[in-house]
RNA sequence: GCCGGAGUAGCUCAGUGGUAGAGCAACUCACUUGUAAUGAGUAGGCCGUGGGUUCGACUCCCACCUCCGGCUCCA
C-alpha cells in the first residue's frame, strides 16, 4: 500500500509572513485556528482531550500524515481514531506499527539477525529479515507471545529527523547493512521511530503508542529476494496482521474461510469440473462439466469473432529451432520452451505462443493494402514450462490455451483496431459482471528496437486509453519484449491479482519475419501487429469465473441446467419424458432417479448449484410441473411455458 | 528455481517406533420416498516414490516427486 509522504505536507503558511497561526476545516466544514507549527496531534487535542488520547492519524487535504507533523494553512483535516477501524488508512498504520513491533521482538529473540524492510500490505503486513540460522513456522507462536509482551507493557513511538550520514553511521555501527542501502536510496527527510529500545528508518506515520492494537497474527513464512530482485540474497519473510479489536481479527479470518470455500481449485472437484494428475503437473484434465463451461465459452469467442471480421485459422504446434530464433523467443523465452531433441534432427519446440505461426500465414503471400487488417484467431494448445513453484491451479498451468488472435494493419489502422479491441473487451466482461483493473505496460529492459519505436507503441496505446476514458495504472517497464501492453487484472477469491486479457502492439516481430504490405503508392510498407486475447486464457478465465460465481454458474452456463427428480418408481417414466423434451429443446438436463429419499437428491442437488430443480410426482403433470431455483424458491409451471422461459435464460 | 509447510481409502481428515481409523462417497439389501442428509450391511489402503537407521518404520533420517502459502517469473 503507498501511503501519502509526510514530506510533501509540511510546508506551511511561511509565505504570509508575520503570521503566528494557522487555519485549518475540519470535516464538518468548521474552522479551527492553531497556532503556527502545530501538528495534527495538537489540533486534535484543540478539540478534545479524549480525541487526542484516541488519535491514531490525520488525513490533511486527503493524504495520511504522521499525528506529530505540522499542519499548513488552509487544510482540510480529518483525525481518525480506532474508531475508524474499518479505513483502509487507519490499518495501514496500525499495521505498520506492529511491522515495527515484530522487527524489535525478532531482533531480541534472535541476536544476530539484520532487520529489511517491513510495511503494511493489504490484509496484514510483513517484516523482512537475514537471520543467522533458518527459523521455521513453529518460531511464529514464540515470536507471537514476544510481541504480546510488547504489548502488555506498552509501547509508545516517537520521531526524529536526521541527516543522511548521521542515519547511516548509525546503521553501519549497527551492522545494518540494508537499512544502509535504503537510506543511500531514501528520497526526502530521513526519519526514525523508536519504541522502546528499537529505533527504525521510517518514513511513517505510526501510532501514538501500542494501545488500540488489540489483536496480532502472525499468519506465515515465506522466502523473498531483496529489492525483490532474484540476483539478491533470499531474505525471510513474515505475515502478519492486526487489528483494532479481536473481533475484526475473527470476522478477517471467517472471511478467509469462507473465500477459501470458494476457491476454485476445491469447486473445480467438488464440482467435477477438471482435476490434475502428478504425471503431468500444471496441465487440467478437463472432466465432461468443466468442458461444458470451456466450450460455451468458445461458443460465446466464435459468434463474436465472427460479427468483428476475425478469421479462425490453424498453424503447427511445434517448429524448428531457427523460427524461435527469427522471432526472438529463442533468445528471450528458451527456458520457459518444452523443446524436443529429435534423433539426427533439427531441434523442435513445442508453440508457447501463436505468434510465429500467424507471422508465417501472413508472409506466406505478397499483402495488399486492401487485404487489411486481416485478423487470424486461433485457441491453439501452448505449452509453457512454467517454474514449478509458480504453478497454481488453473491461473498458472504449463498447458495454456489462449484465446488469440493477431491483426495485420497498417500504422494508420492502428487507434481503430485499438478500439475494435476494447469494444470487444467490454461486451465480454460485461458478460459476466467482471470488473477488471487496466495497466499500461511500458518497455522493459530487455526490449527489442528503438526507443523511437517504442514512443510511438506506448503513445498509440496510451491514447487508446484516454480515448475510452479507461483509469489505468502503470507498469514500467512491464511490457513484453516485443510491444508495450494494456492488460486487464482481475483479483481471485484470496485477493490474488491475475492478468487475464491483454492488447499488445508489435512493430518488432513482424519486421524479424520481414512482413510488409503493398500501399496505394506501389511501395513495400512495415505491417503493424496487435497481438490480443481477451479471456486471457481459457484456464485462468474459468479460474476466476468459477471464484466469481462461487461455482453456482448463471443458467446459460451451468454444466446440468436443470435435474428432474421423479418422487417414487410410477414416476420414472413421466420424469424421463420431461427430460426428453427439455433435453430436445437444446437444455442441458439430467435425471437423478437414485432410490434415495427427495430430500437428499434435493441436497445433492444444491451442492452441485444445478439452477433449476424439478421434482416430479403424484401432484405434477406436463401442465403443471413443480420447479425449485437454486436456494430454495418454488413455483408451478407448465412444460411449455418452462421452455420458453429457460430459453430466455440462455440467450 | 528459492524460502516455509503438507502428502494416510474416491473425497475431507484423525492417528503413531509394535495388527491402519472415522465421516461422506461406492456397492448390497430393506424402505417407495414431496423440496438440503432413511436405515442396516459390505467392500475399499505399496500411509507420495526410492534409499537408510532399527528386532520391527505410516511414524525417525536422507534424496526425489507432487501439492499448499509466499518470492521471482507470467495469460
Known amino acids: 500500500m503507498r501511503l501519502g509522504g509526510p514530506g510533501h505536507a509540511v510546508r506551511s503558511a511561511n509565505d504570509s509572513a508575520g503570521h503566528t497561526s494557522l487555519k485549518v476545516v475540519l470535516p464538518d466544514s468548521s474552522e479551527l485556528e492553531l497556532p503556527d507549527g502545530a ?43 480506532k474508531r475508524d477501524a474499518e479505513d483502509p488508512d487507519a490499518l495501514a498504520v496500525l499495521r505498520h506499527s506492529t511491522a515495527h513491533l515484530l522487527a524489535e521482538a525478532v531482533r531480541r529473540l534472535y541476536p544476530g539477525v539484520k532487520i529489511a524492510i517491513g510495511p503494511p500490505i493489504e490484509n496484514g503486513f510483513y517484516y523482512d529479515f537475514e537471520f543467522p540460522e533458518p527459523i ?25 529527523e536526521v541527516s543522511a550520514e548521521e542515519a547511516i553511521k548509525r ?96 469447486l473445480g472437484r467438488q464440482l467435477d469440473l477438471f482435476h490434475f494428475d502428478e504425471h503431468s503437473p500444471g496441465s487440467p484434465l478437463w ?40 522471432s526472438g523467443h529463442w533468445e528471450k523465452f528458451r527456458e520457459n520452451m518444452f523443446l524436443i531433441p529429435l534423433e539426427n534432427e533439427q531441434l523442435y519446440a513445442i508453440k508457447p505462443m501463436n505468434c510465429p505461426g500467424h507471422m508465417l500465414l501472413y508472409g506466406s503471400e505478397l499483402r495488399s493494402y486492401r487485404d487489411l487488417p486481416l485478423r487470424y484467431t486461433e485457441a491453439a494448445p501452448l505449452h509453457r514450462n512454467e517454474l514449478a513453484g509458480a504453478l497454481h491451479g488453473l491461473t498458472r498451468v504449463r498447458y495454456v490455451t489462449q484465446d488469440d488472435a493477431h491483426i495485420f494493419c497498417t500504422q494508420e489502422q492502428i487507434p481503430a483496431e485499438l478500439d475494435g479491441c476494447i469494444d470487444y473487451l467490454r461486451y465480454l466482461y460485461g458478460l459476466f459482471g467482471l470488473e477488471p483493473r487496466a495497466e499500461f505496460s511500458t518497455r522493459p529492459d530487455d526490449k527489442l528496437g528503438t526507443d523511437e519505436e517504442w514512443d510511438f507503441s506506448e503513445a498509440e496505446l496510451e491514447a487508446a486509453l484516454e480515448r475510452n476514458q479507461i483509469q489505468y495504472d502503470v507498469g514500467a517497464g512491464e511490457g513484453s519484449f516485443y510491444g508495450p501492453k494494456i492488460d486487464l487484472h482481475v483479483s481471485d477469491v484470496l485477493g490474488r491479482s491475475w492478468q487475464l486479457g491483454t492488447i499488445q502492439l508489435d512493430r518488432q516481430m513482424p519486421a524479424r519475419f520481414g512482413l510488409t504490405y503493398v500501399g496505394q503508392d506501389n511501395v513495400e510498407h512495415p505491417v503493424f501487429v496487435i ?27 451451468a454444466p446440468v441446467q436443470v435435474r428432474i427428480l421423479p418422487v417414487a418408481d410410477d414416476h420414472r417414466e413421466p420424469a424421463r419424458q420431461i427430460r426428453d423434451g427439455l433435453a430436445g429443446a437444446g437444455f442441458r438436463v439430467d435425471l437423478d432417479d437414485r432410490d434415495e429419499t427427495v430430500g437428499k437428491r434435493i441436497r445433492d442437488a444444491e451442492l452441485e448449484k444445478i439452477p433449476k430443480v424439478i421434482v416430479y410426482g403424484d401432484r405434477e403433470s406436463p401442465e403443471r410441473l413443480s420447479v425449485r431455483d437454486r436456494g430454495g424458491e418454488q413455483y408451478e409451471i407448465g412444460l411449455v411455458a418452462l421452455v420458453r422461459d429457460l430459453a430466455k435464460l440462455s440467450a
Open 39 to 81: 501538528t495534527g496531534l495538537d489540533a486534535a487535542g484543540a478539540i478534545g482531550k479524549r480525541l487526542a488520547q484516541d488519535a491514531v492519524l490525520v488525513r490533511a487535504n486527503g493524504q495520511v500524515q504522521d499525528l506529530r507533523l505540522p499542519l499548513a494553512d488552509g487544510q482540510r483535516i480529518e483525525i481518525l481514531t
Open 136 to 160: 521455521s513456522e513453529d518460531d511464529l507462536a514464540k515470536i507471537e507471545d514476544e510481541i504480546r509482551r510488547e504489548l502488555k507493557e506498552g509501547r509508545a513511538w516517537s520521531r526524529e
Open 171 to 266: 546503521f553501519e555501527a549497527e551492522g545494518e547493512q540494508y537499512k544502509v542501502e535504503l537510506v543511500g536510496s531514501a528520497e526526502g527527510p530521513i526519519s526514525f521511530y523508536t519504541q522502546g529500545d528499537f529505533t527504525d528508518l521510517c518514513r511513517g506515520p505510526h501510532l501514538q503508542n501500542s494501545k488500540p492494537i488489540k489483536a496480532v497474527k502472525l499468519t506465515g513464512l515465506a522466502g523473498a529476494y531483496w529489492r525483490g530482485d532474484e540476483r539478491n540474497t533470499q531474505l525471510t519473510r513474515i505475515y502478519g496482521t492486526a487489528f483494532y479489536s479481536q473481533e475484526d481479527l475473527d470476522q478477517h479470518l471467517e472471511r478467509l474461510e469462507e473465500a477459501k470455500r470458494r476457491d476454485h481449485r476445491r
Open 287 to 326: 472432466h465432461p462439466k468443466g468442458m461444458v463451461i470451456w466450450n460455451a465459452l468458445e461458443d460465446v469467442r466464435r459468434r463474436e469473432n465472427g460479427k468483428r471480421g476475425y478469421v479462425e485459422v490453424k498453424t503447427p504446434l511445434i517448429y524448428d529451432q531457427a523460427l524461435w530464433v527469427t
Open 531 to 557: 497481438h490480443r486475447a481477451l479471456y486471457g486464457s481459457f484456464e485462468r478465465f474459468i479460474a476466476i469465473l468459477v471464484e466469481h460465481y462461487g461455482g453456482a454458474f448463471p443458467f446459460w452456463l
